[in-house]
């Protein structure tokens, strides 16, 4: 076991029980930050959660507590440059990549580090970032899992009526001169101050709220916009898996469920990649925002019964 490292605990979103972070080394030596969760009594398998751009591990409680209750142990972690893994920036609220060739090393670290305990079978659950570089993984060849879930995967970026090619090279000459740390067109996205409904990737206030919470009570685990660097990581992301071939070696249940009126990422591209996969499918809450994780109940009722019917028979 690596040594511990903490949890945030708030009266809104207590630390699930039977659970502990502990820190562990990434693809080249950065501290990164995972915790594992055990059910009581025999497991039925193992899920590993990778979270989306900005998100901590604590902002997945609910979603720990709702795998505990089927029965599997949950492995969630930080991606390095956000939550209190690994800032690759000294302004640790600027959100910012160099590349995704570190992800994929760091997420095969994590599998290293925790793989003798977590019983099989595996199964992947990645939202927005976090299901591409899952998607990325997959690609790239891992095998151990057994089945695949993702929440809006960021396969397609939303460029807000710009055109995505301007967008693309913009970022791509922007990261590879001194600009690649700055913030995206000077928007530093203060998480602080961020306030529902405008900052709307969830129709449910309270959950919005309680992640709020959250940050006030560590700001450290906060982060705020993107930089040039990550914007052209996100592109050379998607544009990887839109033309590579690994994506059709994927060879497992693979489910992507897509939010209907989401302004973050493009449900086109995620219907594209589902095809490819042979046994992938595509669907879509029709209603939801992005943050289906943090939606509405009824909304979040639509995700689990998709992720329950891949994952049955496991």
């Not at 080394?25 to 039925?44: C, E, H, K, V, Y």
């Amino acid at each position: 076991m690596g040594e511990p490292a903490p949890l945030v605990s708030i009266p809104e979103a207590p630390v699930p029980d039977h659970g502990q972070a502990e820190w562990f080394s990434g693809a080249d030596g950065a501290t990164l930050r995972a915790a594992l969760f055990s059910p009581p009594g025999q497991a039925r398998g193992s899920v590993v959660v990778s979270p989306g751009r900005s998100e901590p591990i604590e902002k997945y409680y609910e979603v720990v507590y709702d795998l505990l209750a089927r029965g599997f142990v949950v492995l969630v972690h930080d991606w390095r440059g956000q939550g209190l893994s690994h800032r690759m920036l000294p302004d640790r609220l600027k959100g910012h990549a160099a590349g995704f060739h570190d992800f994929v090393g760091d997420y095969q670290a994590l599998l290293a580090a925790f793989e003798a305990r977590l019983p099989k079978p595996w199964i992947a659950l990645g939202h927005s970032m976090g299901g591409c570089l899952t998607s990325l993984v997959l690609a790239h060849g891992e095998t151990r899992f057994s089945a695949c879930v993702l929440s809006a995967p960021m396969l397609g970026l939303n460029t807000g009526g710009k055109p995505a090619a301007m967008a693309r090279a913009l970022a791509w000459l922007a990261a590879r001169t001194p600009l690649r740390g700055d913030y995206v067109l000077g928007d530093v996205g203060d998480p602080f101050k961020h306030v529902f409904p405008q900052d709307a990737l969830t129709h449910d206030a309270a959950r919005y709220a309680r992640h709020q919470a959250q940050i006030r009570a560590c700001p450290d685990i906060a982060l705020g916009g993107i930089t040039w660097g990550w914007t052209d990581f996100a592109f050379s992301a998607c544009s990887w898996l839109a033309r590579s071939k690994g994506v059709e070696a994927v060879t497992i249940p693979v489910t992507i469920v897509g939010a209907g009126i989401d302004t973050r990422v493009l449900t086109s591209a995620q219907k594209a990649i589902a095809a490819r996969i042979p046994k992938g499918r595509y669907v879509e809450i029709e209603d939801a925002f992005h943050e289906i994780l943090i939606e509405t109940d009824d909304r979040r009722a639509r995700f689990w019964a998709a992720f329950d019917e891949t994952v049955a028979g496991l």
